[in-house]
């Protein structure tokens, strides 16, 4: 046993002095994948709003070098801290008592220094008319995400008389 | 010419170059090449959804300083293709609906901001079966970066469930990126 436990030790010693790299890649790997991220849900409406969004400034400026929307106001928005793996569902509203359910999953992936997450995220709308369906579905999306960058997700209106909603997704570490 | 040559001019092609109308070089050579041909039909394919998808809220009638338009296929092989096979990963830009820059040249000051990548799914590509040896793109997805696990990714990647399309803009903020999913179906 002795012998045995002598040559494993040996080889992995062997292993880590001809691949240094891959065994601290490995180590760092194990050790440093992140286990929960917080994710920040930004639900934005589009045209209609001409003043300008402080809360959105960043985003919109971008929308608007995209599409000729007239203007972008902030909706709702939830923060969530989620764990690698784990699902989430979150329930906000906005001003006019419009409710949507933000919910998904999501997985960890890196080393600690170079992370993302990989997302399945869904939006739901809530009681959009009064003699509409309970739930209306609004966006479905699947992103590989690094942490610390922002994706912003939009769909075709689901209906002429509904607003375009985009939603906005931030994971961070911390 | 090589087919590997046309793909770089089909990124800056005018709309009747695609359509194999006048006499450049582009117009006829997708006169006579099958595989560029149905390369310049995705092009105008896609203009068309776009147009009609982002005509909603309306895409800019010129394109945005600092964006580059770029149509990416997933991370497509072309087995078998021919001399354009490696551009079945990456071919042109395509038209980019109302935004088309006027003039074909000096987009080189324009490269180093932003891009916008094109996500042609299913619904587009038609699948495998199109003799062009690409394979379906049911779960295609956009990455930009990184490995198949999305580790060391730089940018979000896009994972297209079948049937679904998404334009991914790469933004002037290089920590902003755009998806927008369209569906000829309609719906979310």
């Known amino acids: ?174 | 010419m090589e087919c590997r040559a046309f793909v770089d001019l089909i990124v800056v092609a005018e709309l009747a170059e695609l359509r194999g109308e006048g006499s450049t070089a582009v117009a006829e050579h997708v006169k006579t090449c099958a595989l560029c041909a149905q390369r310049a039909r995705l092009m105008l394919d896609a203009t068309a959804v776009l147009s009609r998808t982002l005509g909603e809220g309306g895409a800019r009638e010129r394109e945005p300083a600092g964006v580059r338009r770029v149509l990416e296929m997933g991370r497509l092989a072309a087995p078998g293709a021919g001399a354009g096979a490696s551009a079945g990963s990456r071919t042109g830009g395509g038209d980019g609906i109302a935004w088309r820059p006027r003039r074909r040249f000096g987009l080189a000051p324009l490269l180093a901001a932003a891009a916008v990548v094109l996500a042609i799914g299913l619904g587009i590509m038609g699948g495998d079966g199109d003799g062009l040896g690409w394979p379906d793109l049911n779960t295609g997805s956009v990455t930009q970066a990184g490995d198949e696990h999305g580790e060391g990714l730089e940018a979000p990647g896009v994972e297209l469930p079948p049937g679904r399309n998404a334009v991914v803009f790469r933004t002037s903020n290089p920590k902003i990126t755009v998806v927008w999913y369209y569906s000829s179906q309609g719906g979310p």
Not at chain 1, 45 to 58: K, L, R
Not at chain 1, 120 to 139: C, E, S
Request: hydrophobic share 45%; glycine share 8%.
């Open chain 1, 1 to 174: 046993m002795k012998q045995r436990a002598r040559l494993s030790a040996a080889i992995l010693a062997a292993m880590v002095w001809a691949f240094p790299a891959s065994a601290q890649r490995a180590t760092e790997g194990a050790a440093g994948t992140p286990e929960s991220v917080l994710l920040r849900f930004q639900i934005i409406q589009a045209d209609g709003f001409t003043e300008t969004d402080a809360s959105i400034a960043d985003v919109s400026q971008v929308l608007r070098e995209l599409f000729r929307f007239r203007g972008y106001r902030l909706a709702a928005e939830s923060v969530v801290r989620v764990t690698s793996g784990a699902e989430f569902r979150q329930t906000t509203s906005d001003s006019d008592g419009v409710e949507y359910i933000i919910e998904g999953n999501a997985m960890m992936r890196g080393d600690g220094r170079s992370d993302s997450v990989r997302l399945g995220v869904q939006l739901y709308r809530d009681r959009a008319r009064p003699d509409g369906p309970p739930l209306v579905h609004l966006i479905q999306t699947a992103l590989t995400v690094p942490v610390g960058q922002t994706v912003v997700v939009g769909s075709a209106r689901t209906a002429p008389d509904m607003p375009t909603i985009i939603l906005v997704v931030r994971p961070e570490a911390r």
